[in-house]
Nanobody, 122 residues
Framework: VQLQASGGGLVQPGGSLRLSCAAP????????MGWYRQAPGKQRELVAG?????????TDYLKDRFSISRDSDSDKSTVHLQMNYLKPEDTAVYYC???????????????WGQGTLVTVSS
């Protein structure tokens, strides 16, 4: 099962982007999900997570600028990451993940998206 991440791109400092991660309904309804990012030369870090019931968790220093949400239609569901007031240090490849909550928030999720590159630069 592959998660489909999209929405990355080049944005100027202070700008916004909205990332999306589409998942088949068969796993979305049963799984908690999260967004990770990995900057060049750094370890992958959790950005935000959201449970199947809508409870959220954020890395503390990002919670004022980033917002995670989820929605669904008849055959797929999508998790979004709204990123505002972007900074150059937010430049990274962003990955989505799905599994149980404990697995998602510790980067041990069974399902991962392919990654989408976010570049913040003037």
């Amino acid at each position: 099962v592959q998660l489909q991440a999209s929405g990355g791109g080049l944005v100027q400092p202070g700008g916004s982007l909205r990332l999306s991660c589409a998942a088949p309904g068969s796993i979305f309804d049963l799984n908690d999900m999260g967004w990770y990012r990995q900057a060049p030369g750094k370890q992958r870090e959790l950005v935000a997570g959201i449970t199947s019931g809508g409870r959220t968790k954020y890395t503390d220093y990002l919670k004022d600028r980033f917002s995670i949400s989820r929605d669904s239609d008849s055959d797929k569901s999508t998790v979004h990451l709204q990123m505002n007031y972007l900074k150059p240090e937010d430049t990274a490849v962003y990955y989505c993940s799905a599994d149980s909550w404990a697995a998602v928030v510790t980067a041990r999720g069974q399902y991962w998206g392919q990654g989408t590159l976010v570049t913040v630069s003037s």
